[in-house]
């Protein structure tokens, strides 16, 4: 299929690494012209060196997505170096995990910066620029955390939650005026984070890396994690033309973990 990204100009936030990184990556293959951002300088150097040595262009910024502040000069300079803005790709990290009486105030203010205003501040930032942009788009990658809530993930459960509610405002508000506006929803992913936790938890119980990555997955009905670049995937389809008929979609990227109808 073509999915006609030759040439769009596209900003993925906190994609250095993991699922952003496996982004950024795939809409550079497309032929697209992308900006990368994360929070540490190197990273950006990190990631730029391996994009353009498979012949991506690419920019990156370095850009702390809890500061307003650093949002603005991230989409400012994008924008910039682009010529324009078509495509928005909003990633981020994830906040401290625990139960409720396991995390501090402090933690839930961070979290709503980390997972909810950084989401609002890059979009009002980008927005005046997507709408001059060519077949204009916005995904937002979230997690299964939206429908079914994770153990011990009491921060992202509750905030996460906020995104599926933006998703459909603006798909509504934006598809008039010509921008699309989805998101997608990771369940588990062969990450770095993920493959750091199972080597602490082999580590802990002697067990090959193999075995607890098996175990971690065990519930999901396609019997593995997911791979970055298959999450990145559905991304870089739902912001192609090829996707022009899907608005306001929330799409599950998890294997068929979650049981819920809807």
Not at 104 to 125: M, Q
Not at 181 to 195: H, K, Q, S, Y
Request: glycine content about 8%; proline content about 5%.
């Amino acid at each position: 299929m073509h999915l006609g990204l030759k040439g769009k100009r596209v900003l993925v936030t906190a994609s250095t690494r993991g699922i952003g990184f496996a982004i950024a990556k795939l809409f550079g293959l497309e032929g697209a012209h992308v900006c990368i951002s994360s929070r540490s300088e190197e990273n950006v150097r990190n990631a730029l060196l391996k994009l353009r040595q498979l012949g991506v262009d690419a920019c990156g910024i370095p850009a702390d997505l809890t500061r307003r502040v650093d949002v603005e000069r991230l989409v400012e300079q994008a924008v910039e170096v682009l010529g324009g803005l078509d495509i928005l790709v909003y990633n981020t990290g994830g906040p401290k995990p625990g139960k409720f009486m396991d995390v501090e105030l402090d933690d839930w203010e961070y979290a709503v910066r980390l997972l909810l205003l950084s989401a609002v501040w890059v979009t009002r930032f980008s927005l005046s620029h997507l709408l001059r942009g060519r077949d204009p788009a916005i995904v937002y990658v979230a997690s299964v955390a939206i429908r079914e809530p994770i153990p011990d993930l009491v921060l992202s459960n509750t905030v996460r939650i906020s995104l599926a509610g933006l998703v459909r405002s603006l798909a509504r508000e934006l598809g008039p005026k010509g921008v699309r506006v989805n998101a997608v929803l990771p369940g588990l992913t062969r990450t770095e984070r993920v493959l750091e936790i199972a080597r602490r938890r082999a580590e802990a119980s002697g067990k090959s890396l193999e075995e607890v990555l098996a175990e971690m997955a065990k519930d999901i009905p396609l019997g593995r994690m997911a791979e970055p670049e298959e999450v990145a995937r559905v991304v870089v389809f739902l912001a192609s033309p090829a996707a022009s008929f899907v608005n306001g979609a929330v799409v599950p990227v998890d294997g068929g973990l979650l049981r819920s109808v809807f």
